[in-house]
């Protein structure tokens, strides 16, 4: 269910200039999402299918990887560095959220 979700919501997202920003939205609602869960105390077997099964399969650290290495091999270095510190700093600032609003 979440690669299928991942598959949906990123499909529906256009590239922002070179930025592949279906990755990028998809990683920062699983970052928000997964970090909600672990503040909010969910355990047992719901926090194991909705962490590792939903989340992790809806987030994508490996199309990011990819998408930014694909980035530098077209030769555009700005873009798959800016790729990086979006991805990275706006997960952080999601995960950031959550302990704001659930820890």
Do not use: Q, W
């Not at 529906?12 to 920003?21: D, E, L, Q, S, V």
């Not at 909600?36 to 939903?54: A, D, N, P, Q, R």
Request: negative net charge; contains cysteine.
């Amino acid at each position: 269910m979440g690669a299928a979700s991942r598959f949906i919501v990123s499909g529906t997202i256009p590239r922002i200039g070179k930025i592949p920003a279906g990755t990028l939205v998809v990683n920062v609602i699983g970052s928000f999402a997964f970090a909600s869960f672990t503040f909010l105390s969910v355990s047992g077997s719901l926090e194991y299918f909705i962490s590792i099964g939903m989340l992790g399969s809806f987030t994508t650290f490996s199309t990011f990887a990819y998408e930014t290495f694909g980035l530098l091999e077209d030769g555009d270095g700005v873009y798959s560095l800016l790729n990086v510190l979006l991805n990275v700093t706006l997960c952080l600032l999601g995960a950031g959220a959550a302990s704001l609003l659930f820890g």
